[in-house]
């Protein structure tokens, strides 16, 4: 399976983004889906995860500004970012892996989200 993420860009702070990530080459609806992080500096985190069944997990940092989704038409994941903070700049990936949030199978390449103060 082959990930392509998009979507970001230097925003203020306030502002909004959304992330997709293309998926190809594998049966999409096989995998949970997630969105991590990594700032300078730090380890990459997990941000969100969307189930087969389109339950979703978030980190408690994003709670209540994140949106993670999924389009099975497009084999896409979203995420909708709002309320944007500095604190959230990193590059952003996705990932599949298992439903059980143990196992990542596959990573995409990283988009670069920048929040200025």
């Known amino acids: 399976v082959q990930l392509q993420a998009s979507g970001g860009g230097l925003v203020q702070a306030g502002d909004s983004l959304r992330l997709a990530c293309a998926a190809s080459g594998g049966t999409f609806s096989r995998y949970t889906m997630s969105w991590f992080r990594q700032a300078p500096g730090k380890d990459r985190e997990f941000v969100a995860g969307?189930?087969?069944?389109?339950?979703?997990r978030y980190a408690n940092s994003v709670k209540g500004r994140f949106t993670i989704s999924r389009d099975y038409a497009k084999n896409t994941v979203y995420l909708q970012m709002n309320s944007l903070k500095p604190e959230d700049t990193a590059v952003y990936y996705c990932?599949?892996?298992?439903?059980?949030?143990?196992?990542?199978?596959?990573w995409g390449e990283g988009t670069q989200v920048t929040v200025s103060s």
């Open positions: 969307v189930s087969r069944s389109g339950s979703t």
């Open positions: 990932a599949a892996g298992d439903s059980d949030y143990n196992q990542i199978y596959y």
